[in-house]
């Protein structure tokens, strides 16, 4: 049994950066939660702390131990994070989360004394059992997996991979919801609740990779077996060829309706009034149910389970708050294949005008098949005018500066993208960044599209639709939640539209910081920023 006497400081450095976060502010994740839920089973002291803050005061409590997580941006962040705490602390510090993708690199930078690699429930278990955090002896941990460390000889070692976990095991994982209330926006941030882990898509990409590895086109890609397609005879990871979330977390596994509908309820009890029902594809919950005697690696085959998804959003309904509409629940991602005009109807009847996104990342459909995307322009066009129809707001997604993209590709994306503007709410685009564990993993980091006429010209024609759809804001009445205080206006508040869109600075609001209310566009003040006033009838 693990040391009673541990006091793990549990440090969320998601999206910060160099230090503090610029954008999603009102985002709060899974993971540190998913982290307390197995401390908590533990009947350990642990509190989430926000990197930022960390950096900024130091730690204000009286810890034994640091955990900490983020993704590779975030890796400056997370390096002054450990060296605050090596100035007052000798307690050992795990690093966790993508960052640990980058493997020795990650350890090395960062200087922490475990990672823990990919799904972490499992790990973290045998980890706190092994007595490891309290002795410092690293014989005790050789034999659990997912862990690296560097030896007494300055060497990495990496205990072995850790298999995925279960569907069985998944649904035992339990976050914590009491430890939401260590975020200080809880109250008006959106709160991720994870639905299913994993990805169905278990292709592969056709691109050629720096080493001059490329798709021999065995087939193993099209098997119904997973092993087939885990052990590609060229090693190239699966997936679309710029992500890691196969590699780490394997096939989608779904949460029970009553664990999820449960969390919800606990979380609505600490005040929370913006739900996120996270996954990598909202879609795929319930088809592992379909499909329960081999893995889910098919984004198309079985279809869409309509009759879960309508279960999960109808039971998350008879919630009291969320019926008065107190509480905004919203989904996360979604494959353009597998949405439909019956899935159409179940979102708007159950989530009415709620925003949700589609990655399309390329508007050419060759370059789409070259990175082993399971959908094309095609798909994502056929499924924003199924969301525009019911009322629900599509953001699409793009990536510019990818392996493969050419001029033509480039037009093609931007021709595109204003053939989907009256059809969507935004459009955001993202600069690709190789992904340890990714088939791209070994790609050079690309220069921003500024610097890069082909990508310029995606990003040219993102920039001149978002600018379009924020002018036509003007006038309109949306609503949002007051989130924090709009600290060049001493009456006013910065607020988020609940169906997406840009931050809202609202006049005279700053006394109703919490609340949803309606607001009045007045006009647009700069790229992510408008003014509005309280909309009184």
Known sequence: MPDSKLRIAVVDATAAGKGRRRFTRDAIGCGARSVCGVLEKHDIYSKILLAEDVIEKGFQDDFTTLFISGMSMDKVAIKRVIKKWRKTNHGKVVVGGPVTSELEQSLRETKADLMVLGEGEITLDELLNSNYLVSGNLSTIKNINGIGYINQKKEFVLTGLRKYSTSSEFREFRASTKHIQDYPNHFS????????????????????????????????????????????????????????????????????????????????????????????????????????????????????????????????????????????????????????EELGKILSKYLPNSPFSIGCETGSEKHAKLLGRPSGPKDTLRAVKIAHKYGLKAHVYFIHSLPGQTKRSAEETAEFIHKLEPFIEKVTIYRFRPLPLSAFGDFPDPQPAIYNPESKIIADAANEVNFRKKKNLVGEVVRVIISEPNYRDEKGAIAYILSGGPMVAVENSRERIGEIVEVKIKRVISEKLVLGTIFNL
Not at 218 to 228: A, N
Not at 243 to 260: A, D, M, N, T, Y
Not at 309 to 322: G, P
């Open 189 to 340: 941030a959106k709160v991720y609740v994870e639905c299913l882990r994993g990805c169905s898509n278990f292709g592969g990409t056709r691109i050629q990779l720096p080493d001059g590895r490329k798709c021999s086109e065995c087939g193993f890609c099209e098997s119904d077996y997973l092993e087939d397609r885990a052990n590609c005879p060229e090693e190239i990871p699966p997936g679309c060829g710029f992500c890691s979330v196969p590699s780490l977390f394997g096939p989608s596994r779904s949460k029970s309706i009553e664990h999820v509908v449960n969390e919800i309820k606990e979380l609505v009890a600490f005040n929370v009034k913006r739900i996120v029902l996270s996954a990598p594809d909202f879609l795929d919950f319930g088809r592992d149910e379909l499909f329960a005697t081999k893995p889910l690696i098919s984004t198309s085959i079985p279809k869409a389970n309509a009759k879960k998804i309508n279960e999960l959003l109808s039971k998350i309904q008879t919630i009291d708050r969320v019926a008065k509409g107190h509480v905004w629940i919203e989904v996360e991602n979604i494959k353009a294949t597998l949405f439909t």
